[in-house]
């Protein structure tokens, strides 16, 4: 039998209001100089200022780095680290969606062990720590709070580079649904769809296990029944509650286990084409889906079950063909836009099919697949997307 190697935040606070617990959390951990980084849209709504103030009450001062970018690139990471590095911190405390979050990560690791960002990517596995991360999302997407991942994009190749390992892994994650109510529909729906991947994904991956699978299924029990809810009514707070617990139990699946092919295509499409990430998975989900579902029906036909697409009763076959319609359905109800709609150039998308596969194939996601694809097989799913 095969050891599975669990890795989880230490200290995990999850409910409404769990932000405001911060300064408690960073007494507990025996720290007390952070360096809060965030964006600069949370940074204008005051949000920020609530964070820092209830640190200041708890007598924390707190630097703030609020210049993150969509999709950090290893420019946007040295500022940062730049930053850091002209205070006297001792831990980051990652503030926002998946960018900020991500940013963090990366700002605390080459804060401390210097070096380039290109130095951690794949396959190089950085488990020794840097500087303590406490992530507290405000979207429900990522995941990121609790994964042992980070993904920074080479601005010089437009390659997404997918860092992984212990050094990555948030110290502490504060998951407070309140934090989501003022997102966008748009932004909802992403996120949302980007969670629903994470679970899926991470129960067909190669590399599941039992304890990611029963996060994947917990995540996805979630998740499917919310998701329209919470895009319909952003003040839905059940709704929107059941979201975060679901990106945070789908995050722990994948971090423990793998996300596989869908993840594998979309970085290179947020990279080139400056997609969300969110977006460009939900993009893939459908089609990849119906790919992939062959090499492992019964795998696919837990995640229907789970989703509540089918019941006990139906067949593998019946219950991956209502899973994939579920999946398009989805799609079509959020509106989420092809690559054509998105705005992308057909002849640009065409142009770099060969590079987003080498791209694709180099981050190791496809290789964790139930059907690993070729390089000839990954083009013909990219043009399947494009033609919707």
């Known amino acids: ?18 932000s405001k617990q911060l300064g408690e959390v960073l007494e507990t951990l025996g720290l007390s100089r952070p360096l809060i980084v965030t964006d600069p849209w949370l940074l204008n709504s005051g949000r920020v200022d609530e964070l820092a103030g209830g640190l200041a009450s708890a007598g924390i001062a707190a630097r703030v780095f609020a210049d993150t970018v969509p999709d950090p690139t290893i420019a946007s990471i040295n500022v940062g680290v730049a930053f850091l590095q002209e205070g006297d911190h001792d831990c980051v405390v990652g503030f926002g969606g998946g960018s900020p979050l991500d940013s963090a990560k990366a700002i605390a690791l080459l804060g401390h062990h210097g070096g380039a960002m290109a130095d951690y990517k794949a396959p190089h596995v ?3 720590p840097g500087l303590p991360v406490i992530a507290i999302p405000t979207t429900a997407g990522t995941g990121s709070e609790a994964t042992r991942f980070t993904i920074i994009t080479d601005d010089a190749t437009d390659e997404k580079m997918l860092c992984p390992g212990l050094a990555y892994l948030p110290v502490a994650a504060l998951v407070d649904y309140e934090l989501t109510f003022t997102k966008p529909r748009r932004l909802t729906a992403d996120t949302g769809i980007d969670s629903l991947t994470h679970a899926i994904e991470a129960y067909v991956s190669r590399r599941a296990n039992p304890f990611s699978d029963g996060m994947a299924m ?3 029990r979630a998740i499917a029944p919310n998701l329209r809810r919470v895009c319909a009514d952003p003040m839905d707070a059940a709704a929107r509650e059941a979201m975060m617990l679901g990106a945070t139990q789908a995050g722990i ?17 947020g990279a080139h084409f400056h997609v969300p990430h969110g977006l460009s998975n939900a993009m893939l989900l459908p089609a990849v889906t119906a790919w992939s579902a062959p090499a492992a029906l019964p795998r696919y036909a837990d995640c229907a079950r789970a989703m509540g697409v089918a019941d006990d009763a139906e067949g593998d076959q019946a219950a991956v ?7 398009a359905a989805l799609n079509r109800e959020l509106e989420v836009p092809g690559p054509a709609a998105w705005g992308i150039d057909a002849a640009r998308w065409d142009a770099l099919i060969p590079t987003m596969c080498a791209q694709a194939a180099a981050s190791g996601s496809p290789a964790n697949n139930p059907r690993i694809p070729d390089a000839d097989e990954m083009a013909m799913l990219y043009a399947k997307i494009w033609a919707g």
């Not at 039998?1 to 999850?14: E, F």
């Open 253 to 269: 699946a994948f971090s423990n286990s793998s996300v596989a092919l869908v993840h594998g295509m979309s970085r290179p499409i």
């Open 218 to 220: 917990l995540a996805m």
């Open 1 to 18: 039998m095969s050891i599975a190697s669990i890795a989880l935040p230490r200290i995990l606070r999850i409910g409404g209001g769990a």
């Open 126 to 128: 950085q488990d020794t």
């Open 321 to 327: 063909a209502r899973l994939i319609d579920e999946l």
